[in-house]
């Protein structure tokens, strides 16, 4: 059986492009193979049933969506915290000195969390939803990691179908936001150590973990996954891009699907 992701044709014939061919499970068995022999190509590839990676973590602010959350919380709030969230990303401050200042200069209410789940949806990467609904069509386990905010990336999570049991971000509670702060995900080691947690409960090897994401504290985590994806579709940054061992450069996450699925 094969699932139901499509094949690629390589058009040696006519010295065309590959191109990806996307058919409906119901279809696949029958028509495809029928497809495949009216076409003018000598070869074709059909995605195995088998995955390369049976878990994948995404990072969301600069990898599923185009902005960083608190970076807008802070635009919305009249204050300016773009050059303290590009320090941390780059790994030049501590990731917890500088959640705990950005929040504190923003002093988000719920409804800048409801704000900033909206915009979240209509700035997503134009092709994160289909991406991962073919990724679930294959059975790999998607899920969210990041340092985001819960409260906003939880409906953003909803839109591209990942369960709320699958995202892993910081809570943050208005009328006390001091937890926030000691969370793992706002400090510096924290996603490997959530990453490596949750693959474990899931009993997921490491071999079959992989990570895609734009940002150091996304590049800590590849010592708990088997693979670490750059992600340079919104920022590029040359320590990602340097260690990463697959970087996909954008603007779209579709060459994951190559990867995972290879």
């Not at 949750?198 to 010592?223: F, K």
């Not at 750059?230 to 920022?235: P, R």
Request: glycine share 8%; with cysteine; aromatic share 6%.
């Amino acid at each position: 059986w094969l699932r139901p992701i499509g094949i690629k044709i390589g058009h040696t014939l006519h010295g065309k492009e590959s191109q990806r061919i996307d058919w409906p499970p119901s279809i696949l068995q029958e028509e495809v193979p029928r497809q495949v022999r009216n076409s003018s190509c000598r070869s074709y590839i059909i995605y195995s049933a088998m995955p390369a990676y049976d878990l994948v973590f995404f990072d969301c602010d600069s990898t599923l969506s185009s902005i960083e959350g608190i970076d807008e919380l802070a635009s919305r709030a009249g204050v300016d915290v773009s050059e303290l969230t590009n320090a941390a990303m780059d790994g030049y401050l501590p990731m917890e000195d500088v959640y705990r200042k950005r929040l504190e200069m923003i002093n988000p209410a719920p409804k800048d969390f409801e704000w900033l789940s909206r915009l979240y949806i209509l700035t997503a990467i134009k092709d994160a939803k289909s991406v991962i609904t073919k990724l679930h069509a294959c059975k790999v386990d998607v899920h969210i990691i990041s340092g985001g905010l819960l409260p906003s990336i939880l409906a953003f999570a909803h839109h591209l179908g990942i369960a709320p049991d699958r995202v892993h971000a910081v809570p943050y509670d208005c009328d006390n936001p001091e937890p926030s702060y000691a969370h793992p995900l706002a400090n510096n080691g924290g996603k490997p150590v959530v990453a490596e947690s949750v693959g474990t409960n899931l009993g997921v090897p490491r071999e079959r973990r992989l990570l895609i994401g734009d940002g150091v504290s996304d590049l800590e985590a590849s010592s708990v996954v088997g693979q670490f994806v750059g992600f340079g579709g919104i920022v590029e940054r040359d320590a990602v891009k340097s260690e990463a061992t697959q970087y996909i450069a954008g603007p779209l996450l579709e060459p994951l699907l190559d990867i995972v699925l290879q």
